[in-house]
Structure formats: C-alpha cells, structure tokens
C-alpha cells in the first residue's frame, strides 16, 4: 500500500526564492496536516485539513506560507520568499480523523535548505 | 489548551536492559494519548494508543505504555531493549483533531 508521498525529499534554495512542497495523502484518508520539525522547535503543527477544508492554520509562522488543497489526493505548501529560518524538515501526515482521531500516517518529509 | 512534557532529552540503555521513557500530559478531558517513534531520517510511526478502557496498552515492536490518570502520565515501556530501538520518540495528545507532540526523547542503545 501507498503511504503518504512528499516531494521533494530534499530542496536547497536561495533566501528570497519560491518554494512549493507536495504531498499526496493515503487515499480515502479524510485529514491532512503539515507538521515542521526544526532542533529548537520540535514538531509544530502548521495547518490541518478536513474534507479538504482548511480547519485550523494558527501554526502558520506568517504570510509567507500558504498550504492549500485542491482536491482529497493532492495538497501544496509553499513559502514565498523564503528565509534562512524557513529551513527545516517538513512533513505532512494523513488520517482517518472521524474513525481514528490522532492516528497519523506520516510521509518521509521535505527538507529544506535556505540559503 | 493540551500540552505534553517530555523530561527527558536523552536516554541512554545497555542493549538487552529495560527501558521506561516518561510522559506527562495536560488536558482538560479524558485524552486520546499516542506514542510515535522516528528513526533518523524518517517519519514518525505510530507505536501504540491510548482511548479508553485499559490503561495498560500493547503496541508494536514490543511496546507497552499504562496510563494513570492521577499521575497525568502515560510512560512507554518496554522489558528488553534492541540496537534497533535506537531513535527518537514523541508521546502526544489530542482531544479530537488537532495532535500535540512532546518535545521527544532520544533514545540511544549501548552495546
């Protein structure tokens, strides 16, 4: 079976550039959340969906970041510009809220590197 | 709000020797609690659950975690330890939707 897919899986870029990270979830799980793990941070929960429906975005650090997601199989996080503190591992996680709440498939994450 | 306290950073155990890692929680309600492990590199794995019922709970790779409500704590055990243990691990809660991870304990496994 198919876990949740991320890519890229590794991203170096220069501050002030455009940054967009993919992720396609376990199909017919009805929740999606980006997390963000940094060594002084820990896990933050940036933003979590719900049938598609943006629930709860009070963990997105600012206006430079945007999440959305089209559809129930694909969703997009992307930073722009982008800023030397925006490195980090970046990973998104699906579920089952309604059946299993807390229960989360997580991908392998998106680490990025700003410059 | 719920939140998890994780008080220890590191931890350091002989291969073969038990292995307790400590979690203590706030949450207003009865929570769901979880125990999550990552290896380097990679996601976080569901280890084992907590919802309702017994609060000695079983999960993979020979895991177990008991809850005590009166100690707000749900610590994850396990009786003999392998190299392969060697990772990180999270405890977190939720209410309903949105999961709230400990700062996470580095567990490392000497020979």
């Known amino acids: 079976d198919a876990g949740v897919i991320q890519s890229p899986r590794h991203e170096v870029t220069e501050m002030g550039q455009e940054v967009t990270l993919r992720c396609k979830p376990i199909?017919?799980?009805?929740?999606l959340f980006w997390y963000r793990q940094t060594m002084m941070r820990g896990l933050e929960l940036l933003i979590y969906?719900?049938?598609?429906?943006?629930?709860?975005d009070s963990g997105m650090p600012e206006d430079r970041f945007s999440a959305k997601m089209p559809n129930a199989s694909f969703s997009t996080l992307k930073i722009q510009p982008s800023e030397p503190r925006d490195s980090a591992v970046y990973f998104c996680?699906?579920?089952?809220?309604?059946?299993?709440?807390?229960?989360?498939?997580f991908g392998e994450g998106s680490r990025l590197t700003v410059l | 709000a719920q939140s998890v306290t994780q008080p220890d950073i590191h931890i350091t155990v002989s291969e073969g020797a038990s292995l307790e890692l400590r979690c203590n929680y706030s949450y207003g309600a009865t929570p769901y609690l979880f125990w999550y492990v990552q290896s380097p590199g990679q996601g976080l794995q569901l280890l084992l659950k907590?919802?309702?019922?017994?609060?000695l709970v079983q999960g993979i790779k020979g895991f177990e975690a008991e809850f005590k409500r009166s100690q707000s704590s749900f610590n994850l055990r396990k009786p003999s330890v392998h190299w392969s243990d060697a990772a990180e691990y999270f405890c977190a809660v939720t209410g309903f939707q949105k999961l709230v991870f400990g700062t996470g304990t580095r567990l490392l496994v000497s020979p």
């Open positions: 996680a699906s579920s089952l809220s309604n059946l299993a709440p807390g229960e989360l498939f």
């Open positions: 969906f719900n049938n598609n429906v943006p629930i709860d």
């Open positions: 907590y919802f309702s019922g017994d609060t």
């Open positions: 199909s017919g799980h009805n929740s």
